[in-house]
């Protein structure tokens, strides 16, 4: 059993960073795949970043790729997502997920979540 707990966000203006981080209680094989997604208000959830634990693998949808750096810190099992130059379409829940295939995280069906973090952009 894998809990997820993120923290981090809040309202911040465009163009500035901030970091979301993802507590993991139990766990975290070296086979295990961590992810962010995000859920825009009115709009489905969408993949943002995933890395391979182990191997330390990084994947990021392409409206994120060089401006969001997703890792992991194995020691303390924490998992972070580092958001720079932020934009207000950049405002969502972020959520943190786990799973043990990395396309079934990808496609949005990993077997754990969180509980989400509200970041708002402002313009």
Known sequence: QVQLAES?????QAGAST??????????????VM??????PGKEREFVSAIRWGAGTTYYSDSV???????????????FLQMNNL?????????????????RLRAGLADYWGQGTQVTVSS
Not at 8 to 12: A, M, T
Not at 35 to 40: C, E, L, P, T, V
């Open 8 to 12: 981090g966000g809040g309202l911040v």
């Open 19 to 32: 970091r979301l981080s993802c507590g993991i209680s139990g766990r975290a094989y070296s086979s295990t």
């Open 35 to 40: 992810g962010w997604f995000r859920q825009a």
């Open 65 to 79: 790729k060089g401006r969001f750096t997703i890792s992991r810190v194995s020691a303390t099992n924490m998992l």
């Open 87 to 103: 934009k207000p379409e950049d405002t969502a829940i972020y959520y943190c997920a786990a799973d043990q295939i990395y396309g």
